[in-house]
């Protein structure tokens, strides 16, 4: 492919180093039978190893400069121009004979965004193997009692089986970023609560951890579950978020959730 410098607005670093492609590629496992989603392709460093191991695959770029090399390598690769946060994974999947396996190298500037949109996309999607920043990638998979432990960790790890791959380093990109990146591997595999209104679920989880230093009463009391009464609840609200498992989080919810319920 010609060369294309990188843009910083769209946060990009390629992948460079072929062992750690290989790796990646090794991670993902791609098989005849997968229909990929992949988010900045860039180019084309992992679309050429997919599109040669899978049923399908659509590459989702923002980037026009480097969309006319990638076609041109690639004739079976459809491209999507735009935004991976405007996307609709329903139309997607629609045209799939197999949920959506999503694979990239995405921005890391919003990493968060696009997790937020895997999540919310789940029942379109089978899994998801992305490069992110290092410390992102801990904050993923971090416990509780940890100072990592945060909003990502109890949504992905409920939502999801979450995997920490394995590190990466600066050298494997172009330009070389201040950074240290991670592989994680998201598997959507996990049913629904059907007990568990999942909305309310993640609003609980944000308004627990709006004020991490405070205990759960204070931040939930300075939160849209701010009419709800405190007194019989089946958690210890003297703790503070990080203090709580993620099935502390759901039964915290289904209390909120009916005294909500019932005032409406």
């Known amino acids: 492919m010609n060369k294309v410098a990188p843009l910083k607005k769209f946060g990009q670093n390629f992948l460079v180093d072929n062992n750690i492609i290989l790796k990646i590629i090794n991670e993902i496992s791609p098989t005849m039978d997968d229909n990929f989603v992949e988010i900045g392709p860039g180019q084309g460093a992992l679309t050429k190893h997919l599109i040669e191991k899978s049923k399908s695959l659509t590459a989702v770029e923002i980037d026009k400069r480097v969309i006319e090399d990638l076609t041109e390598s690639y ?52 899994d998801a193997v992305l490069m992110v920043q290092y410390e992102v ?34 050298n494997v990109f172009f330009p070389k970023p201040k950074i240290n990146s991670a592989i994680v591997h998201f598997r959507f595999n996990k049913r629904d609560n059907v ?45 503070r978020a990080e203090q709580l498992t993620i099935n502390d989080f759901i039964i915290l919810t289904q209390f909120l959730s009916e005294q909500i319920n019932v005032r409406s």
């Open 75 to 126: 004739p079976a690769l459809k491209i999507i121009n735009q935004d991976i946060l405007k996307i609709n994974f329903a139309d997607l999947e629609a045209t799939k004979e197999s949920k959506i396996r999503v694979a990239g190298n995405i921005p890391y500037n919003i990493t968060s965004p696009i997790v937020f949109k895997l999540i919310e996309n789940r029942k379109f999607i089978k």
């Open 137 to 170: 990638a801990r904050r993923f998979v971090a416990n509780k009692d940890t100072k990592d432990y945060g909003i990502l960790a109890v949504l992905l790890q409920y939502f999801a089986d979450v995997k920490f791959c394995f590190k990466v380093s600066p």
């Open 195 to 239: 007990n568990l209104d999942e909305k309310q679920f993640i609003k609980v989880v944000k308004a627990a951890f709006g004020n991490r230093r405070k205990t759960l009463k204070n931040s939930l009391s300075n939160s849209i579950f701010n009419t709800c009464n405190f007194e019989n609840s089946p958690v210890d609200l003297s703790k």
